[in-house]
């Protein structure tokens, strides 16, 4: 079974700064999917990033990257000039290359201090 | 927008009874996915529906069940329900079954509260 783990309940960041979220995962494959979702207190899951693990070139979606760190097992999100809109519950994923399900972390929730 | 709709928004019901979440997905998409999330299990997975066949099964009760209908919209059926029960429930649709680009997209969710 894959076990996705993010070891920060909360993180907080000044508006226009940047903040990392951790996550880590265990998977004795080679191929597979890492996403990040946010979770806004509307409650709607929004993918923010995708990353194959075959592909060495770190993700970056506008103000979202990652560092991927696939021998660590380690997959990071940085969101970077960060927004007010950027408050929300953030989950990172996993997904093994020909499979269907997501496995997900227990979440961080992202606070941004005006 | 996802395009991904689920009805009803909230759904409060007794202890014992019987509810159907429905699930549309979103046009062109033939996978339809079950996910729980409450605040002991966190997200889970609780079944996989593709172009009408059930594809997987993760940590679904027996109380539960689910299908896909020939249109693609599926309905999960809650029995017996029990407090802990409560919590919201997501569908996710794709266009596949796994591979590249094959993302999921999330439904606003349905949110059931058992009495």
């Known amino acids: 079974a894959q076990t996705v783990t993010q070891s920060q309940p909360e993180m907080s960041v000044q508006e226009a700064e940047t903040v990392t979220l951790s996550c880590t995962y265990d998977?004795?494959?080679?191929?597979?999917?890492l996403f990040w979702y946010k979770q806004p207190p509307s409650r709607q899951m929004i993918l923010v990033i995708r990353?194959?693990?075959?592909?060495?070139q770190n993700a970056t979606e506008n103000r979202f990257s990652v560092n991927f760190q696939k021998a660590a097992k380690s997959f990071s999100l940085k969101i970077s000039d960060s927004q007010l809109g950027d408050a929300a519950m953030y989950f990172c994923?996993?997904?093994?290359?020909?499979?269907?399900?997501?496995?997900f972390g227990a979440g961080t929730t992202v606070t941004v201090r005006a | 927008d996802s395009g991904v709709t689920q009805t009803p928004k909230h759904l409060i019901t007794a202890t014992g009874q019987r509810v159907t979440l429905r699930c549309s997905p979103r046009s062109g998409d033939l996978s339809v996915y079950w996910y729980q999330q409450s605040l002991d299990q966190g997200l889970q997975f609780l079944i996989h529906y593709y172009n009408g066949e059930e594809r997987a099964k993760g940590n679904i009760l027996e109380r539960f069940s689910a299908q896909q209908f020939p249109d693609l919209h599926s309905e999960l059926n809650l029995s017996s329900l029990e407090l802990g029960d409560s919590a919201l429930y997501f569908c996710a649709s794709s266009v596949g079954t796994g591979g590249a680009g094959n993302e999921q997209f999330f439904g606003p969710g349905t949110r059931l509260t058992v009495l």
């Open positions: 994923a996993h997904r093994r290359s020909n499979d269907y399900k997501l496995s």
């Open positions: 998977t004795s494959e080679s191929d597979y999917y």
């Open positions: 990353q194959e693990a075959y592909k060495q």
